[in-house]
């Protein structure tokens, strides 16, 4: 959690907000991903599946390629 999420050019997408986990496996199911807002203000948090991002050493973050197009279709949800 809280750490960095970039596509693979360096762009900042958001952070880790939280991690969710799958009861009956046990494993990863997806990410909350944070990203907008000012000083936590109106940020916006989108699930993730877990499969679709990767630690990238390189740019000491998690690395995922989602279009702006893509972000905008995800299910989008506020603060609260």
């Known amino acids: 959690e809280h750490t960095p999420v970039r596509r693979s050019n360096g762009a900042k ?29 109106n940020a916006k948090h989108v ?9 990238n050493a390189a740019l000491d973050a998690y690395e995922i390629n989602l279009t702006d197009e893509e972000m905008s279709r995800a299910p989008v949800y506020g603060e609260d």
């Open 13 to 41: 997408i958001g952070i880790v907000q939280r991690l969710m986990i799958d009861k009956a496996s046990g494993k990863v199911a997806y990410a909350v991903l944070k990203f907008g807002g000012f000083f936590g203000l």
């Open 47 to 55: 699930p993730v599946a877990w499969k679709r991002m990767k630690f």
